[in-house]
C-alpha cells in the first residue's frame, strides 16, 4: 500500500471549515484513500473514502487532485467534538487470501484541535 | 448505523491466564478484523476471518488465536496471558467488497500484570 504523509498537528476555529491535507505521491491506480478519525480512548471511526472522484457524505467531504498524487478532508463545519487523530489511508482493493486482505496500516495522523 | 460492539472497555488479567476478547457486529458483515494498537507502532492486524469457521492470520498472530463460530461474532484469544500482550485490542468488520471500509469497535484497554 502506498505511503501517506500528513501534517502532525492543525489548529481549526469552531465553526469554520477544517481542511486536512494528504499526501500520496506514490498511489497506484487500483488504491483507494480512506480517511478515519480516533478520539482519544476510543476506536477509529471511517469517515468517507474514494478512488478519484470527490465524495460527500454527512459527515466530510474528500477532494482528490485529478493526478491522484494528493487529497483533502473537508469538515464543513468544525464543532469541538471533531478535535481527534485523522488519518488517511491509502490501500488497494482487497485481495482473495493473503494477509494484506483488508488490512488497515495507520501512519501518525494529525492532531486536529477545534477551539471556542 | 453500523454497530461494532466489545464485549469490555477495560480488562486487567494475570500472567498465564487465557482471555478471551469478544466481539459482536450487527450488520451481517462477512468480515471481521482483530488489530492491537500501541503508541508508536501504530494499528497491527493480528488475524481476520472473511467467512463464517474461516480464518487467515495476520502480522502477529503469535499467542493469538480466534473463533469464529456465528457470522456476527469473533473472539480472540490470548492461550496464555503475558505481560507484551498489554495493549489496546480492536475488532473491526467490513462488508465483502473490494473497497468497503472497515468499521472499528470501542477498543479493549488489556492490562496483564
Known amino acids: 500500500d502506498a505511503k501517506t504523509t500528513q501534517p502532525p498537528s492543525m489548529d481549526c476555529a469552531e465553526g469554520r471549515a477544517a481542511n486536512l491535507p494528504c499526501n500520496h505521491s506514490?498511489?497506484?491506480?487500483?488504491?483507494?484513500v480512506y480517511w478515519y478519525r480516533q478520539i482519544h480512548s476510543q476506536g477509529p471511526q471511517y469517515i468517507i473514502h474514494g478512488l478519484k472522484n470527490n465524495e460527500t457524505n454527512e459527515m466530510a467531504s474528500l477532494i482528490i487532485t485529478e493526478d491522484r498524487k494528493s487529497s483533502t478532508l473537508i469538515l464543513p463545519h468544525a464543532t469541538l467534538r471533531d478535535t481527534a487523530v485523522y488519518y488517511c489511508i491509502v490501500r488497494a482493493r482487497a485481495n482473495a487470501g493473503g494477509t494484506s486482505y483488508g488490512k488497515l496500516t495507520f501512519g501518525q495522523g494529525t492532531i486536529l484541535t477545534v477551539h471556542p | 448505523d453500523v454497530k461494532v460492539t466489545q464485549s469490555s472497555r477495560y480488562l486487567v488479567k494475570r500472567t498465564g491466564e487465557k482471555v478471551f476478547l469478544e466481539c459482536v457486529q450487527d450488520?451481517?458483515?462477512?468480515?471481521m478484523f482483530w488489530y492491537r494498537q500501541d503508541p508508536g507502532l501504530g494499528l497491527r492486524l493480528i488475524y481476520f476471518s472473511y467467512d463464517v469457521k474461516m480464518k487467515e492470520k495476520g502480522d502477529i498472530p503469535e499467542g493469538y488465536s480466534v473463533s469464529r463460530e456465528k457470522k456476527e461474532r469473533f473472539s480472540l484469544i490470548l492461550e496464555s496471558a503475558s505481560t507484551n500482550q498489554t495493549s489496546m485490542y480492536l475488532c473491526?468488520?467490513?462488508?465483502?467488497?473490494?473497497?468497503?471500509?472497515?468499521?472499528f469497535g470501542d477498543g479493549t484497554r488489556l492490562s496483564i500484570l
Open positions: 450488520m451481517d458483515h462477512e468480515n
Open positions: 506514490t498511489i497506484s491506480g487500483n488504491e483507494y
Open positions: 473491526a468488520s467490513s462488508q465483502q467488497g473490494r473497497d468497503q471500509p472497515q468499521h
